[in-house]
């Protein structure tokens, strides 16, 4: 077995396969990025080096930088994890020349899944079926619709050279084929340098159903069952799940030797997954990635194998185990992304300002709290995987490990993710590709935080000690004089709350939205656990200055205090220094030295927490110090713009 292996990965892949390669007693090297530096898998390696700037050309890419960080460490393997290099057969071809061993398949391997149309080719000589279509070596416009027209509508360009719904065009009709292929092979042309297509007849409903494949040096070529992967979003994988629900054992043993007799036609050494689209019980090829992929923990939860020890075992020269009969119970993968769903999926970057990963369940991550999530990587946070003895037990310890997730800081998929997970078309199982596109209705953001979400944060508010030192206590101690009763006014993005509260014996009566509430509880650092009218729940809390978020279900409320921004009635006198209650950076000005402003008017907009937060006036007067411009970072306390007669 190797002494040594160098991971040429980050996050969550690059901490799995070290985790897996300690526990085999082989020294680990990470490589890192100047983004990376204070990452989690350079913390969890023996050693780690440096191999250049955050974007990948300058880092992950560069094989010549990750093989002089290998042999400055003297690492005998080398384990690419998913994504960057590989797939990248080059890089496979470098690993052996400079003699040390690629975990992963041969180069040639690689090469022949490569390309979408010859490995298809390959296929079908090898006795796999594969979507009716044309993926031969002729690319005229003239002859494509030729054949086109012998496919039959509705049909699909893809881009030879593609994967990943990339130059990919759907023709409902003969009239609309030129132009669709046109645009796909502008598009294949731009993306991969490469303008060939491929056509095959279109499935309106398919599902994504992958086998993971194993192969060793000395010609055993297993079959590790099936995961199911028809949960996407824009080619994205979101859920994953093994065994696919709904498959007859005679399929599931037909798909594993369709993916068996794929891989002995490439000569595949080590893990890979075959990809089929299936509809109406029958299955067709699509592509063969050459790698361990994201979704492989719900097969090792359902084999009990650790593929990543199995991966360097065959690359060591062992022979694999025969292959289990049947897949044992029933595992699902979730993946917490760092998205917007709402918006697109568009990435949600900024910094992890909270992140409690539930127990109860598996979690892959390379993410701890204060990291930042930037546009240079993959913004996956974590990967969950519950595991039951069925099906319907699976699905509800991963509804529970998502409900007790909380991220504050970025936005994420996580309720998203819940509102899958109780659909009934997905509980029944068996839902298709089209599935997340036939249901934006997942997708909606509330318009208003849930009540309890605006009680719990209302409760965090009551229930700070009075002589704490934060924000929420006034410094010049006019609490004192308050009434026990308290008004309050919660800021939600759009919604504002205001509540009504008066003590009573250990805990308080709350009117919210004409209705009176009872609120009892404790609050801790990072938690509120509260009775409402004796419903007891737990919810997620973090406050900075003047803010309250409430994390529950999937998501992160955040609320802002509005009774500290205009401050009390104080007469006249003791207003007139106006100051940020948090840190932030000021977005706008809005008035100079010299304005007359009254009460309520307002002066600065302090961007923090991703909200503007408006200071304003807290007495009549003229603005006699303007102490800070747009664009400043400003502290929590420091008078911005003082106000006088
Ligand atoms: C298809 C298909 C229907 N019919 N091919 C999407 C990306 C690429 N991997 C292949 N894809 C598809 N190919 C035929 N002949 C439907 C899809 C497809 C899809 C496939 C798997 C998972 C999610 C998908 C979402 C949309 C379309």
Redesign the pocket.
């Known amino acids: 077995m190797f002494r040594s292996l160098l991971v040429a990965n980050r996050g969550e892949i690059a901490c799995r396969v070290m985790r897996t390669a300690r526990g085999m007693g082989i020294r680990t090297i990470a490589v890192y990025s100047d983004a990376d530096r204070d990452a989690r898998h350079v913390a969890l390696a023996d050693e780690a080096f440096r191999i250049g700037e955050a974007p990948p050309r300058a880092s992950y890419l560069d094989i010549d930088a990750i093989l002089r960080a290998a042999r400055s460490a003297g690492a005998d393997a080398i384990h690419p994890g998913y994504g960057f290099l590989s797939e990248n057969a080059t890089f496979a071809q470098a690993c052996e020349q400079a003699g040390i061993v690629f975990v992963g398949p041969p180069a040639s391997a690689i090469r022949a899944m490569g390309d979408k149309a010859s490995a298809k080719a390959l296929m079908q000589r090898a006795g796999v079926a594969v979507?009716p279509?044309y993926h031969g070596a002729e690319q005229d416009a003239a002859f494509l619709a030729r054949e086109a027209s012998a496919v039959g509508f509705p049909?699909?360009i893809?881009a030879s050279a593609g994967?990943?719904?990339k130059g990919?065009r759907l023709v409902r009709a003969a009239g609309d084929f030129a132009a669709a292929l046109a645009g796909a092979q502008g598009e294949a042309a731009s993306a991969f340098g490469d303008a060939r297509v491929l056509l095959?007849?279109?499935?309106?409903k398919?599902r994504?159903i992958e086998i993971q494949v194993f192969a060793d040096m000395h010609g055993r070529c297993i079959s590790l069952f099936e995961r199911d992967?028809?949960v996407?979003r824009r080619?994205q994988?979101v859920l994953e799940e093994a065994p696919a629900p709904g498959i007859a054992p005679a399929m599931r043993a037909a798909m594993g030797e369709a993916a068996v007799a794929a891989a002995r036609a490439v000569g595949y050494v080590g893990a890979g997954t075959v990809?089929f689209?299936a509809e109406d019980g029958a299955f067709?090829f699509?592509?063969m990635n050459t790698r361990l992929q994201v979704e492989h923990p719900v097969t090792e939860e359902v084999t009990g194998l650790d593929l990543v020890a199995w991966q360097l075992r065959v690359a060591a020269g062992e022979s694999l185990p025969p292959a289990p009969a049947a897949p044992r119970g029933h595992a699902i993968e979730a993946r917490l992304y760092a998205e917007n769903p709402a918006n697109d999926y568009l990435p949600s970057v900024g910094r992890v300002r909270h992140l409690r990963l539930p127990d109860g369940v598996r979690v892959e991550t390379g993410v701890r709290a204060g990291d930042a999530v930037t546009a240079d990587y993959d913004p996956m946070l974590a990967k969950l995987i519950a595991t039951g003895e069925d099906r319907a037990t699976a699905l509800r310890s991963l509804e529970a490990a998502l409900a007790a997730t909380e991220v504050a800081g970025v936005r994420t998929n996580a309720a998203l993710l819940l509102a899958i997970l109780r659909h009934e078309a997905f509980r029944d199982g068996g839902v298709d590709?089209?599935f997340l596109?036939r249901h934006p209705e997942l997708l909606a953001e509330p318009a208003a935080p849930p009540q309890e979400a605006v009680l719990a944060a209302a409760f965090a508010v009551l229930a700070e000690p009075v002589e704490d030192a934060s924000p929420w206590s006034a410094r010049d101690g006019w609490r004192l004089n308050l009434p026990a009763g308290r008004d309050l006014v919660l800021r939600h993005a759009e919604a504002e709350s205001r509540l009504e509260a008066e003590p009573e014996g250990d805990g308080w009566n709350v009117r919210l939205d004409g209705e009176a509430h009872r609120l009892r509880g404790t609050l801790t650092d990072e938690a509120v656990s509260l009775d409402i009218d004796g419903r007891r729940l737990r919810v997620g809390m973090l406050r900075e200055g003047g803010r309250v978020a409430i994390l529950r279900d999937g998501r992160c409320h955040e609320f802002e205090l509005a009774d500290r921004l205009a401050a009390p009635d104080a007469a006249g006198e003791a207003g007139g220094h106006i100051a940020s209650p948090i840190p932030g950076r000021v977005a706008r000005v809005l008035v100079a030295e010299g304005d007359v402003v009254v009460r309520g008017t307002p002066v600065v907009v302090v961007e923090a927490m991703k909200m503007e937060l408006t200071l304003v006036a807290d007495r009549d007067g003229t603005i006699t110090h303007l102490r800070c411009a747009a664009g400043e970072m400003v502290t929590e306390g420091v008078e911005l713009v003082a106000i006088a007669d």
């Open positions: 979507v279509g049909l699909l893809k994967g990943g719904g990919m095959e007849r279109y499935l309106e398919p994504h992967c028809s996407q080619h994988k990809e689209i067709f699509m592509e590709t089209g596109a």
